[in-house]
């Protein structure tokens, strides 16, 4: 027998810094289609209008299970999830750091079908779901960091229904893609196999790496690319990262401020997507989008693939509503 998790983590050991790594992306054939490429400047169509998740708190990302026709949305729990027999953290800063979330499966009409807790995990800036059979497998952050909540590593688990999961449960696979990184998100390309993990080094050096996915549960960390996170501008809120084939698609923006702010609603928000063309570290698209405009709030919040429809779906989260009655919605640009 295998111990995974020793596996998982014997993988990360030694593994050198981004600087000074070299992969396999010289030597492998392009993964790119003409199916793997959206037209950002597409109109976009609603899918799913102002529904509600388990928890009250804004939608953080969102991922489907194309197999099993699911759709998985993860939360930021404010202040934290806590069992009736454990004590209070010491300090309401303890616990927006603890990295807590819920996870919602819903169905493909928006539908609220099960929940899940998750604890020490990360900020949920964004998921993927890899089915196995019957079984949805979810990736998140994980081993979040005391001091800022976002993720250390990734990790793999099996949904189950009403569990509360801590990170550091033997349930939980891990993969410490690059030491001493945080803020790590993952989205997987069930379509390719791949895996795309969005990591960050010192305070301010993002990068994305992808990884095969098959290799990845077994803890290889090498990769097949590892580019710098561009395309982003410092100014620009990150909420949303997609990975199909060799193009990593970005969602940016904030939510609306009032008409005297910075991002009024009568200018219809400042929420731009953009496409990187990952073996040359460029920059290939980048559009802003009104989806979703009529929204009270309207936040984006996650980016995803919809791959079970045809054609394709680029679908975009956006959060609306007032504290403690917040909704979701997702808007998509079908491929063309």
Known sequence: MIDRRAVLRAGATGLATAAAWTGAATTRASATTADDVFDLTAPATSYIREKTLYNETIMQSFAFDDTNKFLFAVQLMQGGVQLPDEPAP???ADRSA????????????GTQLGHMYLRGFGHGASIGVEPRGSTSYIWTEADANPDTGYGMAVGRFAYADGRVLDSDDGAVDKLYVVDESTS????VDMRHGRLLVQYMLGESDYRYRVLDLDHARW????????????????TETPQGVALLGDYVYQMTGTHYTDEN?????????DTYLSAVHVPTSRV???SRTEAAYTLNYREPEGLAI???VSPPRLCMGFASGVAGDRKYTIYYKPQT
Not at 184 to 187: C, G, K, L, S
């Open 284 to 286: 290939i698209q980048r």
């Open 261 to 269: 702010g910075t991002n009024p609603p009568s200018g219809h928000g």
């Open 219 to 234: 803890g290889d960390t090498r990769g097949l690319y590892d580019i710098p996170r561009i395309g982003i501008a410092d």
């Open 98 to 109: 603890r990295g807590d979330m819920c996870l919602t499966k819903l169905s493909l009409s």
């Open 306 to 308: 919809e791959l079970g």
């Open 184 to 187: 790590n998100r993952p989205a």
């Open 90 to 92: 010491v300090s309401g």
